[in-house]
T-cell receptor, first 111, second 113 residues
Framework: GDSVTQMEGPVTLSEEAFLTINCTYT??????LFWYVQYPGEGLQLLLK?????DKGSNKGFEATYRKETTSFHLEKGSVQVSDSAVYFC??????????FGAGTILRVKS | SQTIHQWPATLVQPVGSPLSLECTVE??????LYWYRQAAGRGLQLLFY??????ISSEVPQNLSASRPQDRQFILSSKKLLLSDSGFYLC????????????FGPGTRLTVT
């Protein structure tokens, strides 16, 4: 079946550092891809998405590009803030409108 | 835009007791609805999804059941809780079939003691 693999965390960065969280997937065809963010004690919020190859999703300074050749959707941000500390989930849409999530990556940003 | 409510926010229940978690959606009609469980320090596991009233699909065999008595109401239940049922339960809605985005409620923290 379809699957998503994320880099293990936690990732600890200083404020204003560059962020990359790796995400690769295994799927039949070309699924839509998503990044969700979960702040402590809360539900998940959609951060960005890409629906086809070479699409770039972006929101709040975060970006991710749908790379068909490497089956990847890495999340990047040029300058992280303490308020970005959260758990980040990569996900793909499976047949039947179901999402398959990665295990999540904890990001901790220190001031 | 839609809003997803979950009730209660937190719950502590003894082993063997029944469970009922409620999810209601506002601002959309005929959404696909989902129940996920997030165990401590782990990712999300899809438990159930529903494409309409009375239509429930189960993703994993377990001690839980789901029902959809109304278009925008999704209920997660158990007759007898197990310790392993502890976790963070999230309800999600997919209101737009073309974009496939899912929007999540605030979650219910369940601790089984």
């Amino acid at each position: 079946g379809d699957s998503v693999t994320q880099m293990e965390g936690p990732v600890t960065l200083s404020e204003e550092a560059f962020l990359t969280i790796n995400c690769t997937y295994t799927a039949t065809g070309y699924p839509s891809l998503f990044w969700y963010v979960q702040y402590p004690g809360e539900g998940l919020q959609l951060l960005l998405k890409a629906t086809k190859a070479d699409d770039k999703g972006s929101n709040k300074g975060f970006e991710a590009t749908y790379r068909k050749e490497t089956t990847s959707f890495h999340l990047e941000k040029g300058s992280v803030q303490v308020s970005d500390s959260a758990v980040y989930f990569c996900a793909l849409r499976e047949y039947g409108n179901k999402l398959v999530f990665g295990a999540g990556t904890i990001l901790r940003v220190k001031s | 835009s839609q809003t997803i409510h979950q009730w209660p926010a937190t719950l502590v229940q003894p082993v063997g007791s029944p469970l009922s978690l409620e999810c209601t959606v506002e601002g959309t009609s005929n959404p696909n609805l989902y129940w996920y469980r997030q165990a401590a320090g782990r990712g999300l596991q899809l438990l159930f999804y529903s494409v309409g009233i009375g239509q429930i699909s189960s993703e994993v065999p377990q001690n839980l059941s789901a029902s959809r008595p109304q278009d925008r109401q999704f209920i997660l239940s158990s007759k007898k809780l197990l310790l392993s049922d502890s976790g963070f339960y999230l309800c999600a809605s997919n209101p737009d079939g073309s974009s496939y985005e899912q929007y999540f409620g605030p979650g219910t923290r369940l601790t089984v003691t």
